[in-house]
């Protein structure tokens, strides 16, 4: 029987474990999204999980959203992520990279010349996010063109190769959240009436394009994607959330991608016994994920893997943690976005 202690085949890897860590946005970078050598340490004390997924990373400068958030587009970018990837790797430990573009979420301050965040539609998010000038009101968006979307999904094609040449050993497409991949799913952010908009086959063709682009550009076996159906983030809403997450997932069997995740917050319907016999590779379950819970998913076959966010952020040796049934640190929600070391490379370990 399988725990949380049993080596995983990913792909061409071989992961030491079946604790995850959870992509987390950390805000640890500079103005030109170069992560500082702090992200180097931070991710070096967390190389015993199985396999990190980074903190989401803009494929290039439309898709920030947040202050200090990383980038994988500059060649300056991409040697400061060398520098994590080899610290990973001389630990053991395996990193992929999570491409996140925060779409319609992002705010003219954070983007180049003021520009207008870009969607599938221009439907302004209620709601406000944090700036270098404190907390504004979201704006409403520029609809992306068909030319433009072509644009988009050459840059994750890219940004997918420039993370391999940086030693990541994958990357994840962020389709969670209600960032930009949900925002084409979902019905409430996506009023398109061309062949990007309207039924769920065309709600889902942006996802699947971009995957299709990443696969091509670094192989299935080293992309993965996550999801989280009926997560109220980011002012999301889909009016049929089962059909659009079941009909996405039986896309992607032809892509022959490495992993699934799928992160659950509070979602009405068991999308992991519904999802999961409908994929082909890895089957990935995070969010409130404990010891027990773990153990027991991945016990009874209804994980491959666990993933955990708080708890690795708190913890940098967190399956030395379990193996020892220690107890474990508390997240300082304060210091989760903050610049500097506090709250980032000084949790203390056993
Ligand atoms: C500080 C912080 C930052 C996060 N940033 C991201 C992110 O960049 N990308 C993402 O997919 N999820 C992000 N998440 C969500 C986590 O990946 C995870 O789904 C969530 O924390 C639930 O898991 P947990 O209950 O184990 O913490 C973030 C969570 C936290 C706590």
New binding site residues.
Partial sequence: MNTVFSPLTLGPYTLANRLIM?????SRADDSGVPSDLVTTYYAQRATAGLIIS??VFPDASGKGYVRTPGIETANQVAAWTSVTDAVHAKGGHIFM?L?HCGRVSHPSLLADGAQPLAPSAIKAAGQTWTNTGLQDFVTPHALSVTQIGEVIDSYRSAARRAIEAGFDGVEL?A??GYLPEQFLSSGTNQRDDQYGGSVQNRSRFVVEVLAAMVDEVGGDRVGI?I?PEMNFNDISDANPQETYTYLVKQLRGLKLTYLHV?L?GASFDYHAALRPLFDGRYLV????TRDSADALIAEGKADAA?????F?ANPDLPARFRNGAALNT?DKDT??TPGAEGYIDYPTL
């Fill in positions: 959870a992509p987390m946005t950390r903190e989401g999570q996140m962020h969670a959240s996550k989280s992160a917050f995070g969010s409130g994920i993933v955990f966010g708080g708890a952020l997240p989760f976005y």
